[in-house]
């Protein structure tokens, strides 16, 4: 029996292996972005209103100090010791006194409620 199978047998080759294939690729580059037209106007826009922000907080600051001088309207109770701490906090109390005095041609330190006082620049 061993024989007979052995009659059948017939030998067979190996199945061709597919070689592998040498590919070129292309070197990666990175991406290069081209600015269309739209975004030349998105860009436009945006800078110009940059600028246009700049030049309003600049004209404000500018305005701001050189512009009308700061006043404030006394109420019932304060006295211009209080309004020259408040106001002027950067100088003793009598020298605030004296220079409200001064920038509102005050004879006495006596203030009535809802007089406007001009707060001197210094």
């Known amino acids: 029996m061993a024989a007979q199978v052995l009659e059948f047998l ?5 199945a061709p292996v597919a070689r592998p294939r040498l590919v070129l690729v ?4 990175e991406p290069t972005y081209r600015l269309t037209r739209r975004g ?4 436009a ?4 209103l940059l600028v246009a922000a700049l ?4 004209a404000g600051q ?3 100090a050189s512009g009308q001088p700061e006043s404030v309207t006394v109420e019932a109770g304060q006295t211009l010791s209080e309004i020259a701490l408040r106001e002027l906090p950067q100088l003793p109390i009598a020298a605030g006194v004296v220079e409200l005095q001064l920038a509102n041609n005050l004879s006495t330190s006596y203030v009535h409620a809802g007089q406007t006082l ?3 620049e210094l």
């Open 10 to 14: 017939v030998p067979v080759e190996p």
């Open 26 to 29: 292309p070197p990666v580059t």
């Open 40 to 43: 030349r106007v998105v860009v």
């Open 45 to 48: 826009f945006f800078v110009a």
């Open 55 to 58: 030049g309003l907080a600049l």
């Open 62 to 64: 500018l305005a701001s």
């Open 118 to 120: 001009v707060i001197p």
